[in-house]
RNA sequence: GGCGCUAUCGUCUAGGGGUUAGGACGUGAGAUUCUCAAUCUUAAAACACGGGUUCGAUUCCCGUUAGCGCUACCA
C-alpha cells in the first residue's frame, strides 16, 4: 500500500483544561505536514494523569481542534487499525513492555522511598552537582528484586540509561546530543503500577508507527530518555521536530493571565478560524522570501515547510491577529455572506439588540449593517459596540456629552439643528438616502453653514456622536432598522430629532 | 546549581562572508471624508555584547549576558 511509507504524525494533548494556542499550534503544524506529504494525522488523548484529565475536556478539544479546520484520520472518536487511541485503554500494552525491558535486563526495579530520593537530590545540587538518580538498584539481583515485590515491598520500575552519549535529528534545531550523565535512570512505571509520560509516549507512538514526533520544545530536554527508550526496545528512532514556545508580551510563556489565550476564547471573541489558523502558522513559520503573509489553510498546505520553521521563540502578537481577521471576516462576507450574517446576529443578540432569530428580510438589513461597520472592528464582538448608534439613542447624553460640547458651543450650532428639526418634522414616510442629502442642502442654504458646523451638530442629533459612518449608507439603515420593528426599536430619523428637542 | 534551547526594527520575520539589511503588524505623517474607522501613499525603527577566523563579519567559531525550558514516582 503506497500509504506505507508515508509520514504518520499525531497530537497527543493531555485532557487536562482548554486547547491553548501554543497546544493549537502545534496541532497546526502536525496538521500542514501531514496534509502536504499525503500523510496520516492521528489524534491521541493522553490522559495518564488522571487526577488531571476530564472528559469534559476531552469533547472541547474535539471541538476546538474541529472548529480549526484540523480534521484527523485516526482518533478516539476517528477510529483506526493502531488504536485504541486514549491512553488510559492502553494499560495492558505499557505493562507488557515494562515486563519485557524487565527480563532483558534494560530495566530494574528501584525500592528507594520518596524521601531518600529526595534526600539524594539535595546532597547532589548542594554539591554543585547534576541532581541525578544515584543508581542504587541498578545493583539488585533481578531474582533478588523480584523476590523483595513479591513479598510485597513497594517497586518503580526505572529504565537503564546507555553509557554512550544519546544522539537524536531534529528538523528545527538540527543535530541534538546529550552526555549520558546528565540524564539519570528514568521510572518508567510507578510504584503505584501508573505508567510515565516520557515511557508511554514512546510506546505509543512506536506502536502507531509515528515517523516525525512534532512537538513543544519543552519536551526536548526529555527526549533523549525516550530515544533510549526506543533503542532498549530495538525501535526505530522517529524524526523529532521541537516546536518553540510561544510567550506572552511580557516574554513569559504564554498562560491565562495573559488574557484570551485558548481557541475557544477567540472563536466566542468572533475570531475566524482561518485568521487564526493564519496567525499561528506565522509564529515560527515564514514562507520562502518571507514578504507574504496572508495564506488560506489550502495556501499553507501547499507552501509549508518544517524545515522553514524557526527555532526561537515568539511572542503572541494580538493586532497582527486582529488585522488578519479584518481580512478574513471581509472576505467572508462576500464569499459566504449568509453565515457570517448569521454568526453576527449572535453578537448582536448577546447584546440584547437583536432577537435570536431574524426573518431574512431583518438578516438583508443586518447584512447592510454589517457591511457597514466590520472594516473597523477587530473581531465579531465589538460590532454591537460599534453599532450602539443604530441601536440604542440617548437625546441626554448627546446633548450633555463632554465630547459634544464643542459642536454645541459653535456660533450655527443651534441654528442648524432648529432647521433640520423643522426640515425633518414635515417629512412623512421612510427618509431615503437622497431624501436626506436634499434636506441637508436645505438647511445649508438657510442657515449658511458649511463643512463641519453643518455636519456634526445634525451626526450629534441623529447619533449622539459627532463621529460615525458616512450619512449615505447610515440613514438608510436607520430608517430601514425602524420599519423593521424590532423588539429593541431602531428609533427613525424624526424619532430621534423630536427626542433630541423634547429632551 | 547542572544541562539544554534561543538571540535581526517595539512585535512576527526574510536574508546572508562584501546588501541602501527586505516584508508585515503596530506607531508617526500625508491623501481621502462632515467626522471616526477602513483604504492608499509615506516616514521613523533592528543584526545583544566581547573575543577570534577572514582582506572583509550582522552572517562562521568561542565566550559573556539575557530569556525560556528540562532537571518529578507531572504531562
Given amino acids: 500500500m503506497a500509504t506505507e511509507n508515508k509520514p504518520r504524525v499525531r497530537f497527543a494533548p493531555s485532557p487536562t483544561g482548554h486547547l491553548h494556542v501554543g497546544n493549537a499550534r502545534t496541532a497546526l503544524f502536525n496538521w500542514l505536514f501531514a496534509r502536504q506529504s499525503g500523510g496520516t494525522y492521528i489524534l491521541r488523548i493522553e490522559d495518564t494523569d488522571l487526577e488531571r ?7 472541547q478539544l474535539i471541538a476546538d481542534l474541529k472548529w ?58 548542594a554539591a554543585q552537582l547534576p541532581p541525578n538518580y544515584s543508581g542504587k538498584c541498578r545493583a539488585i539481583d533481578p531474582a533478588e528484586a523480584q523476590k523483595r515485590r513479591a513479598a510485597g515491598e513497594r517497586a518503580a520500575i526505572r529504565l537503564h540509561i546507555p553509557e554512550h552519549p544519546i544522539k537524536f535529528h531534529d528538523m528545527v534545531h538540527g543535530p541534538v546530543e546529550f552526555s549520558n550523565e546528565v540524564v539519570s535512570d528514568p521510572i518508567i512505571v510507578r510504584s503505584s503500577g501508573m505508567p510515565v509520560y516520557n515511557y508511554v509516549v514512546v510506546i505509543d507512538d512506536a506502536e502507531m508507527k509515528i515517523t516525525h514526533v512534532i512537538r513543544g520544545d519543552d519536551h526536548l530536554s526529555n527526549t533523549p530518555k525516550q530515544v533510549a527508550l526506543y533503542e532498549a526496545l530495538g525501535w526505530p528512532v522517529p524524526e523529532f521536530a521541537h516546536l518553540s514556545t510561544i510567550l506572552g508580551p511580557d516574554r513569559e510563556r504564554l498562560s491565562k493571565r495573559h488574557g484570551a489565550t485558548s481557541v475557544a476564547n477567540f472563536r466566542d471573541m468572533g475570531v475566524m478560524p482561518e485568521a487564526l489558523v493564519n496567525y499561528m502558522a506565522l509564529l515560527g513559520w515564514a514562507p520562502s522570501g518571507g514578504t507574504r503573509e496572508e495564506f488560506t489553510p489550502q495556501e499553507l498546505v501547499k507552501e509549508f515547510s518544517l524545515e522553514r520553521v524557526t527555532p526561537s521563540p515568539a511572542v503572541f502578537d494580538m493586532q497582527k491577529l486582529y488585522w488578519l481577521n479584518r481580512h478574513y471576516v471581509a472576505h467572508r462576507l462576500t464569499t459566504a455572506p449568509q453565515a457570517t450574517i448569521e454568526l453576527a446576529l449572535t453578537f448582536f443578540t448577546k447584546a440584547g439588540y437583536t432577537p435570536d432569530h431574524l426573518d431574512p428580510k431583518g438578516l438583508t438589513w443586518l447584512q447592510s449593517v454589517v457591511t457597514l461597520l466590520a472594516p473597523g472592528v477587530d473581531k465579531l464582538e465589538d460590532l454591537p459596540a460599534r453599532a450602539a448608534m443604530i441601536f440604542k439613542y440617548d437625546a441626554t447624553a448627546a446633548k450633555t456629552s463632554p465630547d459634544n460640547a464643542e459642536v454645541m458651543g459653535l456660533e450655527k450650532t443651534a441654528a442648524v439643528i432648529a432647521s433640520f428639526a423643522k426640515k425633518v418634522q414635515s417629512e412623512s414616510g421612510e427618509i431615503t438616502a437622497e431624501r436626506f442629502k436634499a434636506i441637508v442642502n436645505e438647511v445649508k442654504a438657510e442657515t449658511g453653514a458649511k463643512g463641519k458646523e453643518l455636519f456634526h451638530p445634525i451626526r450629534i442629533v441623529i447619533t449622539g456622536s459627532h463621529s460615525g459612518p458616512e450619512f449615505d449608507k447610515l440613514i438608510p439603515i436607520i430608517e430601514q432598522g425602524a420599519a423593521l420593528g424590532l423588539p429593541a426599536r431602531v428609533l427613525s430619523v424624526k424619532e430621534r430629532t423630536e427626542a433630541f428637542n423634547r429632551g
Fill in 53 to 59: 484529565s476530564e472528559a469534559q475536556y476531552e469533547t
Fill in 68 to 125: 480549526l479546520g484540523l480534521n484527523w484520520d485516526e482518533g478516539p472518536d476517528a477510529g483506526g487499525k493502531f488504536g485504541p487511541y486514549r491512553q488510559s485503554d492502553r494499560m495492558e500494552l505499557y505493562h507488557d513492555y515494562a515486563k519485557r525491558l524487565l527480563r532483558e535486563g534494560k530495566a530494574y526495579l528501584c525500592f528507594c522511598s520518596a524521601e531518600e530520593l529526595e534526600a539524594e537530590r539535595k546532597k547532589a545540587l
